[in-house]
């Protein structure tokens, strides 16, 4: 099943990622957690990240393979509407799970970054330091709206993919992550 999902988007759905837009600098990269629990060393670094795409997939029969073979496919259009492109759903949704089983209520409080939140537990470090400067939310308790949650997990996603070369890099997963199914 996987691999007829991979043909039908490389068939039917060209959606491309742009190319990071040009935002204010950076100056500290947040810190990111290991899946141990341990806090890597902030970096400097330059920031860049693109704006929510307009153009989503209209393929229904693609989205309703998507939202039945990925966990969290309740959450498929508001991410797709967040700007998160179709391409990328498997691995997110996989992350939406592992990081809040898609309860957009989660909040780990004990997270030492000031708390994460939300369906991509964004902690307070992005929220207080990048995202409230660069215009994506106001208050840290925003990012419980999934829509504001999403569209601050794409920024934060652009801005790994230029830094790092890696989009995943914040939420600690390797570029070329396969993750499971919900049917295998």
Not at 1 to 19: D, N
Not at 142 to 154: H, M, S
Not at 155 to 183: Q, R
Request: with cysteine; glycine share 6%; aromatic share 10%.
């Amino acid at each position: 099943m996987r691999y007829i999902i991979a043909a039908l988007l490389l068939s039917c759905c060209s959606v491309t990622s742009k190319p990071p837009t040009s935002l204010p600098p950076l100056e500290l990269e947040p810190p990111r957690t290991t899946t141990a629990g341990q806090e890597e060393s902030p970096e400097r670094s330059q920031i860049a990240a693109t704006e929510p795409k307009e153009s989503v997939s209209n393929d229904v029969e693609l989205k309703n393979a998507l939202r039945q073979n990925n966990p969290c496919g309740q959450w498929l259009d508001t991410a797709l509407a967040a700007g998160w492109p179709i391409e990328l759903w498997h691995q997110q949704s996989y992350v939406i799970w592992r990081e809040s089983r898609c309860n957009i209520d989660s909040w780990n409080r004990t997270d030492p970054n000031g708390g994460s939140r939300g369906l991509m537990q964004i902690n307070g470090f992005w929220c207080q330091k990048w995202l409230q400067k660069q215009g994506v939310l106001k208050t840290c308790d925003e990012l419980f709206d999934p829509n504001v949650n999403l569209r601050a997990a794409w920024a934060i996603f652009n801005y790994s993919t230029a830094k790092n070369a890696n989009g995943w890099h914040p939420w600690s997963m390797k570029l070329d992550f396969d993750p499971p199914t919900v049917n295998g």
